[in-house]
């Protein structure tokens, strides 16, 4: 019940925060957008760091940075720059 109110809690910070975001800032929903985008970017990288076996044989797997990811990566941000 505990970590069923955690996650209800946490969708609703969420919900109002983006809510927020569409109201009051300004360009609103182009805000969240970009938002979104620098969300995308900051979990591929944590994604790529934690979960990308270097002593793994296929260092080239799903989770594994490539030269093509980061190329996806520098046009996301400079998207959002």
Do not use: W
């Not at 609103?28 to 994604?47: D, P």
């Not at 093509?68 to 990566?73: P, Q, R, T």
Request: hydrophobic fraction near 50%.
């Amino acid at each position: 019940l505990l970590i069923l109110g955690g996650i209800g809690g946490s969708n609703l910070v969420h919900a109002l925060s983006f809510f927020y975001t569409l109201k009051c800032f300004p360009g609103g929903a182009t805000s969240a957008g970009v938002m979104k985008g620098l969300q995308a970017v900051l979990v591929f990288v944590f994604a790529s760091v934690v979960y990308c076996d270097k002593s793994s044989s296929d260092s080239m797997g799903e989770m594994c940075f490539t030269n093509i990811k980061f190329i996806s990566l520098v046009v996301v941000v400079g998207g959002v720059l």
